[in-house]
């Protein structure tokens, strides 16, 4: 029975002893279990937050590449303009130089057939006046003759 008596405390001190280490276990066990649950939240944390400022980034980028194709879309609207007007202006100077040229045409043409006219007008009177001055030749030769 001694054996027995004596197992049984040493059983029973083994038993403790199991326990304390499955107890020991269990705390650290249970402490590692928190810290991965910690660590898992905090990552979906940091991995919401990073999502948060991609999206925000992202949002950021948008605005900017709208603005700059506004910009774009503005700055060839007025190019178009500035073009336009500037062709219609060009159109309007060609326009008038086309009207001044034809006035100019038109009175080089009135100024050559009033010229060709007075030349014509001179020829005529020159011819007539060689006319009389042959009738009048003749007439003198012929008074002269008889």
């Known amino acids: 029975m001694i054996n027995t008596t004596q197992a049984e405390p040493e059983a029973l001190r083994l038993a403790l002893s199991e ?3 499955l107890q020991r276990t269990v705390v650290a066990l249970r402490a590692e279990l928190e810290q991965a649950q910690h660590d898992r939240r905090r990552d ?4 919401l937050a990073a999502a948060h400022n ?3 980034q992202m949002r950021a980028t948008v605005t900017s590449l709208r603005d700059a194709l506004e910009q774009a ?3 060839r609207d007025n190019a178009v303009k500035a073009a336009l007007a500037g062709s219609i202006a060009e159109i309007a100077q060609l326009r008038e130089t086309v009207t001044a040229l034809r006035s100019a045409l038109e009175r080089a043409h009135g100024e050559h ?4 006219q007075q030349s014509a007008s001179a020829q005529r009177a ?5 006319h009389d001055t042959i009738r009048a030749l003749r007439s003198a030769l012929e008074g ?3």
């Open 19 to 21: 326990v304390r280490e």
């Open 144 to 146: 002269a003759a008889a």
């Open 113 to 116: 057939d009033s010229a060709q």
């Open 126 to 130: 020159e011819v007539q006046q060689l």
């Open 54 to 56: 991609e999206t925000q």
């Open 44 to 47: 979906a944390q940091d991995a």
């Open 73 to 75: 879309h503005a700055a």
